[in-house]
């Protein structure tokens, strides 16, 4: 390799090195600020020693808690339970739930504390996983019984 | 491998190698793509969660891996292009990004329109989604850089730097899921080990990856030919193309 390109590497790969280390220095730097949503578990026993305070906006990411879904007979108002690996956090609700909405499903609340472990939500938002199967595989794999959600019996 | 490769930083060599694979990418991708988004569209299984819903991942995934594959491969030429001075490699970036500007837009907008109905929103600034749009920006600035300056060479050199220097958000886009809590899900076939979907969805998926490379492979090839004689419209290697009639051209 002749001089004036190995200059020109060395030049070009410090460029690329140098903003690269910054960069990731910065996302160091902001490190879960950049996380979409508390864990349940974040919200009561804290997160890096810090506590959300009441009243506090956030967003809140667990599994619905099965058995915990109820609906409000004359209105569309629901509360659930979420649960990641710990303690187990409210959340209130009214309006439309997305379609993937189920015991046990992964969601992200958005909304305000309303108590330590009380969540008023403003928007609810289903997950996925990433695994992708037919029906019966599902059901022979995970034992999972895919139930369309209107035939669902919450109460 | 540097004999077999050093012809082709000759323009006039490499627009025959283009002229030469233009026709089997093309092929390739037809060959592909239409099986596979059959296959994949219509008798694919439902998924058991989402649906037919899901089947959105056929033009999602493909065209996502291939948003941050096209920038992967614009970066190399970007980087042979500013050490070797290059003049094909220089055409090859400016050759890709709106290419890769338009997958990345592909993936945006189908991701939107999976998102409404599964998620239940469109848009989240959750890390995975944020840092894909900064691809999206990252092709512009590329395009908008190599467009501004008059003359080609420095718009190349700029254009190329900003190349380079946005690979460091590959990385981020890919690990985003793993790093941060997300609303996206993670990595269903771009990981070590076993792909977390089943195998009848699993074939036509690949199907349409590979369908959807060789036509980003395809256009790439066209836009560099178009590029190469357009930036070298007065060498006589163009007008003996065009017939050996300057006026022709």
Known sequence: ?155 | MWKWLHPYAKTEQAYRLCSTLLPWFAVASLLCLIPGLIWGLAYAPADYQQGDSFRIIYLHVPSAILSMGAYSAMAVAAFIGLVWQIRSADMAVAAIAPVGAVMTFIALFTGAAWGKPMWGTWWVWDARLTSELILLFLYLGVIALYQSFEDKQQGSKAAGIMALVGVVNLPIIHYSVEWWNTLHQGATITKFGKPSIAPDMLWPLLLCLAGLAFVVGALSLYRLQTEMLRRELHRPWVQKLAGGNSDAV
Request: charged share 20%; no cysteine.
């Open chain 1, 1 to 155: 390799m002749n001089p004036r390109r190995k200059q020109r590497l060395i030049a070009v790969s410090t460029v690329v090195v140098v903003i690269g280390a910054a960069i990731g220095l910065m996302l160091y730097a902001l490190g879960q600020n950049i996380d979409l949503f508390y864990t349940p578990s974040e919200i009561v026993q804290g997160k890096d020693g810090v506590k959300p305070r009441v009243g506090q906006r956030l967003r809140v990411g667990g599994l619905v808690v099965p058995g915990s879904v109820k609906r409000d007979e004359n209105s569309l108002a629901v509360t659930f339970d979420l649960v990641d690996t710990g303690p187990i956090v409210q959340v209130s609700y009214q309006g439309i739930l997305p379609d993937l909405f189920r015991e046990g499903q992964g969601i992200v609340a958005t909304g305000h504390l309303s108590a330590a472990n009380q969540i008023l939500a403003e928007e609810v938002l289903a997950k996925h996983d990433e695994e992708y199967m037919p029906p019966e595989l599902a059901e022979a794999m995970k034992g999972i019984k895919h139930v369309k959600p209107q035939d669902a019996n919450y109460n």
